[in-house]
Every structure is written in structure tokens, then in C-alpha cells.
């Protein structure tokens, strides 16, 4: 930090479900989830745990389209904005479920979303993605590895500790053909260029990502990652082959 001191740094964070069940489910109410003063409190936990005034990006951890036209949500949103508490909006949309935000952007209430979006998924292109740069709104693009089977590591014998998450989300019916699609990909790699890099490189191809959150837990990871930044776009012709992979998901129980 000491180093960057000129840099510009913005915070994101999120607001839980009141719940705490995420993602939702067809048929939550908004009190039961985010109701107003939810809404305020988490924000104003944020910011003494950030010890900031402001949160750039505020965003609603888990949302339901029903939920777009109820003036609850939005005149909180609008007091914390004239409060000056925040300065943007965003909905984080549930997994495989692009669809299940659209209305709420019409409604010109929110200034970013952030959606699953890889060489795999890449359904929110259909109808996401436009619209979001029809009314400028900004796109974060989250689980660029597909939860790591895009970094080519995983084998159909993974496992992993006791407690760890990834052994309810990779079950057989999901590792294995993850670990297929994935493998499907590594004759496609160029020289010298790593599936995650590539991976990276796939989703900043589309001009309608503002910007991508994968996990680094390492320093080196880090590096790799930034070094994707560079503008640098992949072989047309490899595009064309990746447009390929698309992979068309449904939420399930284990996706959850």
C-alpha cells in the first residue's frame, strides 16, 4: 500500500440475506430478505468494519426480479446515495440465473451487476450483457475458473479437507464432467499460455465486463492475473473455438 499511495482504491461489499439463505428461491419476500432497515444496517456495519464514510459499490448478495418494482428497496437505496454513504448500486445475480435481474435494471435503480460469467457459462450474453450496455451499467464478471475447473487442475479423483465447500459443489455428477469440458480445452491452449490465462482472457474479450473478481490466495497468482490486463486479445480463430465450449447450466440442489 505504501507503494500505490497515489492510486485511486475503491471498496465493494455486500449486503447478506436477512435470512441467511442464499440464493433465493422463487417466492421470497423482500421483508424476509432485504427489508429497509436490513438494507441500512448492514451498510452502516460495513462501513465501521471498513472504518470508511463511503462504500463505492454497495450490492444486494442474492435478488429476485419480483422483487423490481417494490419502492422499499429503492428509497432506502436513494437515502444511503443521498447520505452520500454510498455512491453505487449493484445486484450480485444468484448462479445460472442471468435472466433474474433484467427487470430490475430497466427500472434504472442500479449502476452495476455482478454475474457468473466464463468460457462455460456464458449465457449472460444472450440478454444480460446488452442490456446492461444499453443502459450503461457496469458488469462484474465473478467465478472466471468455474469454481477451478477452468484452471485445469482438477482430476475426476479430487477430494479436498473436511469442511471445505468444493466437496458439496464438485459431487460426481458435477466433477466429472467438469473435469471433461475442462480437459476439452487443453488442446485448444495456445504455447506457452495457461488455461487460467486463458480463461481471463476469454471473458476481458468482451467489451461489456467492467471488470473480473477471481480468487488469489497467492502472490504469484496475483501476478499472473494482473498480467491479463494488458490488452492483449486472443487469436480470433481461438475465440471462435471457445464460443464453442459454452456450457448451459441449471441451478440444482448441489449448486447451491
Not at 465447500?165 to 460426481?172: A, M, S
Amino acid at each position: 500500500m505504501r507503494t500505490q499511495r497515489d492510486k485511486r482504491l475503491y471498496t465493494a461489499t455486500k449486503i447478506p440475506p436477512k435470512n441467511l439463505i442464499w440464493p433465493t428461491r422463487r417466492g421470497f419476500q423482500l421483508e424476509d430478505v432485504f427489508p429497509p432497515d436490513h438494507i441500512r444496517e448492514m451498510t452502516e456495519k460495513s462501513l465501521t468494519n471498513l472504518g470508511l464514510e463511503t462504500i463505492d459499490l454497495q450490492q444486494f448478495h442474492v435478488w429476485e426480479d419480483a422483487w423490481a418494482h417494490d419502492e422499499r428497496w429503492q428509497r432506502e437505496v436513494d437515502d444511503l446515495k443521498r447520505e452520500k454513504l454510498i455512491r453505487a448500486i449493484g445486484i450480485s445475480i444468484n448462479r445460472w440465473e442471468p435472466w433474474n435481474a433484467l427487470e430490475t435494471l430497466r427500472t434504472g435503480a442500479m449502476d452495476a451487476v455482478q454475474v457468473i460469467y466464463n468460457i462455460f457459462d456464458q449465457n449472460p450474453e444472450d440478454e444480460l450483457f446488452p442490456l446492461c450496455a444499453e443502459l450503461n451499467i457496469g458488469v462484474i464478471a465473478r467465478v472466471p475458473f468455474d469454481e477451478g475447473s477452468l484452471t485445469g487442475t482438477l482430476t475426476k479423483d479430487s477430494r479436498w479437507p473436511e469442511g471445505d465447500w468444493r466437496n458439496g459443489y464438485f459431487v460426481p455428477e458435477n466433477l466429472i464432467p467438469s473435469v471433461e469440458h475442462a480437459d476439452a480445452l487443453k488442446p485448444l491452449m495456445p504455447a506457452g499460455m495457461t488455461m487460467p490465462e486463458m480463461a481471463l482472457r476469454f471473458i476481458l474479450e468482451n467489451n461489456a465486463v467492467s471488470t473480473i473478481i477471481p480468487g488469489m490466495r497467492k502472490e504469484n497468482n496475483v501476478c499472473a492475473n494482473i498480467a491479463t490486463s494488458d490488452g492483449q486479445p486472443l487469436d480470433s480463430h481461438l475465440m471462435r473455438d471457445l464460443k464453442k465450449q459454452r456450457w448451459v447450466r441449471y441451478p440444482t440442489e448441489w449448486s447451491q
